[in-house]
């Protein structure tokens, strides 16, 4: 059992404790933090040597293998940030139990769908070589 001296009176009287559920985000949102930094870099980066270049080149650039993972990485990585960072926004702010649900639904739902849309754009201007 754990350690009884942390724990105030009230806690321990109704048997209440951590939902153990909160080091799972903390630690969803510092590991894609730390990811974001130099994808982040790179695609700034990547992005001012693109300037100027046109439409061909940037097709002829994404087709490039490394280069057409590392944007979906930065991607995926940047939604899985974005959904964390406002899911506990919504849980921390929102009150109401019908307003909170459809915020975090809603929430959900745009990220599946931006990262759905960004990943098919990638591959499809990647493998086919544009729009």
């Not at 942390?6 to 933090?33: K, M, Y």
């Not at 899911?87 to 649900?101: L, R």
Request: aromatic residues 8%; hydrophobic residues 55%; glycine residues 12%.
């Amino acid at each position: 059992m754990a350690d009884q001296r942390f724990r105030t009176p009230r806690s321990v009287a109704q048997g209440l404790g951590s939902a153990h559920h909160g080091v799972h985000h903390f630690l969803v949102e510092r590991v894609s933090a730390l990811a974001l930094v130099p994808l982040v870099l790179w695609g700034a980066f990547a992005a001012v040597r693109l300037v100027g270049g046109g439409y061909g080149a940037a097709v002829e650039w994404i087709a490039h293998p490394i280069n057409g993972v590392l944007v979906g990485a930065l991607l995926i990585c940047g939604l899985i940030h974005a959904k964390n960072a406002m899911q506990v926004v919504i849980e921390d702010y929102i009150q109401g139990f019908v307003a909170k649900a459809s915020l975090l639904l809603l929430n959900l739902t745009v990220c599946i769908l931006a990262g759905a849309l960004g990943v098919f754009a990638i591959l499809k201007a990647a493998l086919t070589g544009g729009f």
